[in-house]
């Protein structure tokens, strides 16, 4: 049987940790996400106003209202119009320099530009799927092991013998829980994000 004071330091502990990783970790998160949002804009503003209208002869207004993944889609649909309509494809200004390598910076064709645009779109893209993927689960497993140990802490009385063993098995699946947070959290500092 555990006593009362360390069923309540460790319960509370546990809780508190929680909160601590989610605020820390949802901080750098939110910062994460705002640079990716900046890139984001960047590469839509790059198909809305230099390729898009110039492939479909549409205006940059009607792109306004939809989302990234349907711009990249239309892309897609158009290939054939930017690429060989009338031989030379969309005219884009043949003397933007893009940095390619992150050891240095070289003038590329129009075509070339377009396609290294559409990938780097894609790759912000996908990544801001799998960072919210990701913080979802995050937000799920640390809610619930704070909910848990709150649970136990406020309701159950450590005298009886099922919840002795269970808070003898709650501890252990808590601090698993925390390292497979931190893992994720890892993880999600390693998505790739492009911003140039």
């Known amino acids: 049987m555990i ?3 360390n069923w309540y330091y460790t319960l509370s502990a546990i809780a508190q940790t929680c909160g601590a990783i989610l ?5 750098f998160i939110v910062f994460r996400l705002d640079r990716l949002e900046s890139a984001l804009i960047n590469y839509r503003d790059r198909f809305v106003k230099a390729i898009l209208p110039n492939a479909n002869g549409t205006s940059e207004a009607s792109y306004s209202d939809k989302s990234n993944e349907e711009i990249l889609i239309e ?3 158009s ?3 930017i690429y060989f309509e009338g031989g030379n494809g969309v005219e884009v200004e043949s003397d933007i320099t893009n940095r390619i390598d992150s050891n240095y910076t070289r003038k590329i064709s129009p075509a070339e530009w377009i396609i290294h645009t559409a990938k780097m779109f894609k790759t912000n ?3 801001k799927s799998t960072i919210h993927f990701h913080f979802k689960l995050i937000l799920t497993i640390l809610t619930s092991i704070i909910v848990v ?3 136990f802490l406020a309701f159950l009385d450590p005298r009886i013998y099922a919840v002795t063993v269970s808070f003898y098995i709650l501890v252990p699946i808590s601090l698993m829980s925390i390292i497979t947070v ?3 959290f890892w993880r999600i500092l390693k998505i790739r994000i492009i911003t140039y």
């Open 23 to 27: 605020a820390l970790g949802g901080t």
């Open 75 to 77: 892309y897609k649909n």
């Open 182 to 184: 931190a893992i994720l």
């Open 125 to 127: 893209i996908d990544a």
């Open 79 to 81: 290939k054939d119009k």
């Open 149 to 151: 140990n709150l649970f």
């Open 3 to 5: 006593d009362n004071q």
